[in-house]
């Protein structure tokens, strides 16, 4: 199972991205799907999560700013981020819980990140 994240580049404040992140590979299905990010110096945080039963959770800093939605027959989830800060700027990973078949046990796969710089 790979991720790719897509989407990811250079934005004046105020402007807006797009990420996306596909799966591939043997895949029977996902469970959560999310977002983190990590700045230089900094500890991965979580941005945003989508749930397997439609539910979603935020951290508080991108709340009302960034949606998080999914496409599960595709294997997907975009972060759509609007009014972006220069405290945006981090790299961007994409994680799943997946399953390769009905009886094999959840896996997290992360993908390689992908950059987001914010100018002020």
């Known amino acids: 199972v790979q991720l790719a994240e897509s989407g990811g580049g250079l934005v004046q404040a105020g402007g807006s991205l797009r990420l996306s992140c596909s799966a591939s590979?043997?895949?029977?299905?996902?469970?959560?799907m999310g977002w983190y990010r990590q700045a230089p110096g900094m500890q991965r945080e979580l941005v945003a999560i989508?749930?397997?039963?439609?539910?979603?959770n935020y951290t508080d800093s991108v709340k009302g700013r960034f949606t998080i939605s999914r496409d599960d027959a595709r294997k997907v989830v975009h972060l759509q981020m609007n009014s972006l800060k220069p405290e945006d700027t981090s790299v961007y990973y994409c994680?799943?819980?997946?399953?390769?078949?009905?009886?094999?046990?959840?896996?997290?796969?992360w993908g390689m990140g992908t950059q987001v710089t914010v100018s002020s």
């Open positions: 989508s749930t397997s039963g439609g539910g979603t």
């Open positions: 590979g043997s895949i029977f299905s996902v469970n959560d």
């Open positions: 994680r799943m819980i997946v399953r390769v078949s009905s009886s094999s046990p959840w896996y997290q796969y």
